[in-house]
């Protein structure tokens, strides 16, 4: 009998853990983005823009970070690297380096590497107008590389199931 009450509860509590978590990620439509490293905060979901580059590989639009139609781009530099990447208005990693404008994926732009502000890992590259004195709706834009970052509700869904199906 009391197996069949611990079950019970197991049973419950899992599916109230469950009923939480869905409910916390469709009242919650901005996201916080982390450092796939450390797990700082570099972006917000609401600071995702559309900047398509005529340098894309190949683009598509996904939900991703509680977002519907992010602009995902695969962004090719030398031969072999590519990066499948996300823009942003916004974010709090700190560029390095000078200012380059050769083979820029943005034309107009010029562009240096950017770097979490906790732990120093690479996650993208920092954009800014070569020309300020042309219109532009932003002087400056972020392309974030999407392997290098992680939302804020799927840590939160992992640490979620791992208590409730392992225990405190």
Known sequence: MFHIFSLLFLFVSWCSAETNLSLSIQVNNTENILCRECGTQVLT?????????????????????????VLVQLLVQDIFLRYPIITSSEATCIGKGDWEDDDSWFPGHVMKPCFCPECGAFVGWAFENDNPTTVDSSNQFFGLILANLIGENFVNSLLTFSSTHYGD
């Open 45 to 69: 979901s609401d600071t995702i823009i559309s900047k398509p580059s005529a340098a894309s590989q190949h683009s598509f639009n996904d939900t991703i970070f509680s977002k519907k139609e």
